[in-house]
Structures are given as C-alpha cells and as structure tokens.
C-alpha cells in the first residue's frame, strides 16, 4: 500500500490543488501521455476537488480517505485509455517514486 501511495502521489497534488497544476501537466506530457488522457485526468482533479474541496481543518485520515478516493477514480479512468498511455504513466510513477526514495535515502 506505501508504495502505492509513493507512486501516485503526483496526483494527490492535483486533488488538493486548483486548478490543475500546470507543472503537473507538463510532467504527464513529458512523460508521453497523450493531451486527451491528461485532459481527462485534469477533468477528473477538477470535478474531484470541487466535490471534496479540503480544508485546514480535515485530519490525516480524511485527507487519506479523499485521496484513495481520488485514486480510485483516476484507475477507472486509466482503464480505459490506450495501453500506451497506461504504460507511461506507469514509468512516470515508478520514476517519481525512485527520486522520493532517494530523496528519503539522502536525508537519513
């Protein structure tokens, strides 16, 4: 499950931030997701955040709660875009969480 967490935590930024981070985008771009599937996950943030839209006041497990929501809707949404798209966003999270492991690494 923590790895999980890791690897998608790039989303998490666009459930908790409005609207849809451009440098968000740009890294699915990069990453050689299509703009249509990028588009629809942006859509997804969007919708998601204004139906869930956090506050100061929301404890971790809400938080946490609103985030396996999230991610459960962005799975929905990946299986049904092309394999091509599922295969890079799946590098892109496994390249996000080697840099947070080393990140971990290096402040131990």
């Given at each position: 499950m923590f790895k999980i967490f890791i690897a998608l935590s790039i989303l998490a930024v666009a459930v908790f931030s409005?609207?849809?981070?451009?440098?968000?985008?740009?890294?699915?771009?990069?990453?050689?997701?299509?703009?249509?599937?990028v588009d629809g996950i942006s859509e997804i943030a969007r919708d998601f955040y204004t139906a869930n839209k956090p506050t100061q006041q929301m404890d971790h497990e809400i938080k946490a709660t609103l985030f396996k929501q999230f991610m459960e809707k962005v799975g929905e949404y990946m299986k049904t875009q092309s394999s091509e798209d599922q295969a890079a966003l799946k590098k892109l999270f496994e390249e996000k969480k080697a840099d947070f492991e080393a990140k971990m690494a290096a402040a131990n």
């Open positions: 409005a609207p849809f981070p451009s440098d968000i985008k740009s890294d699915l771009l990069s990453a050689g997701i299509s703009e249509s599937c």
